[in-house]
């Protein structure tokens, strides 16, 4: 009741001050919709001045500006998501090298060198000691690393696990590794001592995909959908593909990436929920009632299979959830059939 007032103040004080009742009219009126959503135009202007850096420079260089984006560890997604856009972007994503990596992430052309902060209980005592030790030079060898370094048991496992010697060793298998890092520290010699045959043998893909995911949180050498999709054929539809199917109800494959909860107008707990599969990243919501039997299920999973309806407003596609579903969960109970 207040709005008639306000404008009938504005107008009339226009008018006093020289101006038209029609430019006083025009300009309440953009006033008053600017009012759905207002946002002062020096901040408009600072964000859409860094929206098209950033597109400029993911369009030109996307290896060296998703690796900034990572390293920065900003952004609304996690460093898994960006790695998975780079990969449909072309960009082969490289394990942590001993030699090559550094601290950050490092990005060229179509490459992006995973740095030493992505690995899981490595200290950064452990990365300073890496750095400066090798200033003087490149390790040549496993036991010149361990031979020039002065770092704890704990971080060289967890540059063992991580695979960071894979490359600097090529004929050991990555046990036979991480047999010598384990007798070098626990028998606190800076020597390499005899391999054992029982640990020559290779990695299983099952056993790289683990340690990955105990090094980084996630898997580099596959996108975690790929062992699982065979098992469902065409009844998976891709996310790329979501347009084609507007106002039809579909199902799709996810892994979780990001939520975020709110409410309706009548202050029921509703959600916008992120997924992605091997094509592309998808947006869902979760009304109040699916909401209500399915928002625990992100608490403690990652990789769902959810079914939907696709919906476009305002040029976005949108998938609105009526079930969500743990994919092992489900592989288990097909594997009981």
């Not at 202050?267 to 998808?282: A, K, L, N, S």
């Not at 299920?297 to 939907?308: A, D, Q, T």
Request: aromatic share 12%; charged share 25%; hydrophobic share 35%.
């Amino acid at each position: 009741h207040l709005v008639p007032q306000w404008r009938k103040k504005f107008i009339d004080g226009s008018r006093q001050r020289g101006y038209s009742q029609s430019l006083a009219q025009t300009l309440w009126q953009m006033i008053q919709s600017f009012s759905g959503y207002s946002f002062c135009k020096p901040h408009s202007a600072s964000y859409a001045m860094l929206s098209f850096t950033s597109a400029y420079l993911k369009s030109h260089f996307p290896a060296e500006f998703m690796a900034a984006v990572i390293s920065n560890q900003g952004g609304y997604y996690s460093a898994y998501a960006y790695l998975s856009d780079a990969r449909r972007f072309g960009i082969n994503i490289l394990p942590p090298h001993i030699n090559l990596s550094e601290r950050a992430y490092k990005g060229k052309k179509d490459k992006i060198r995973i740095g030493f902060m992505s690995i899981n209980r490595l200290q950064d005592k452990a990365v300073d000691n890496i750095l400066e030790t090798r200033k003087s030079g490149h390790f040549k060898s496993l036991d010149d690393f361990i031979f020039r370094t002065d770092i704890e048991f704990a971080d060289a496992m967890a540059l063992t696990k991580a695979g960071c010697f894979t490359e600097l060793e090529p004929r050991l298998s990555h046990k036979e590794i991480a047999f010598k890092v384990a007798c070098s520290w626990l028998n606190d010699e800076k020597t390499a001592p005899a391999s054992s045959s029982s640990v020559n043998t290779p990695l299983s893909n099952e056993e790289k995909r683990q340690l990955e995911i105990e090094s980084f949180g996630f898997p580099i050498s596959e996108h975690p959908l790929d062992r699982y999709m065979p098992i469902f054929g065409h009844r998976i539809k891709k996310a790329k593909n979501i347009p084609l199917y507007e106002g039809k109800i579909i199902t799709l494959a996810g892994v979780y990436i990001t939520r975020k909860i709110t409410s309706t107008k009548k202050e029921e707990p509703m959600e916008f929920v992120t997924f992605e599969d091997e094509t592309d990243i998808y947006e869902c919501v979760m009304f109040p009632k699916v909401f209500n039997e399915f928002s625990d299920l992100l608490n403690w999973e990652k990789l769902f299979v959810l079914r939907g309806e696709v919906k476009k407003s305002f040029g976005i596609y949108t998938v609105i959830i009526e079930k969500l579903t743990s994919l092992q969960q489900m592989i288990e109970k097909l594997k009981k059939f």
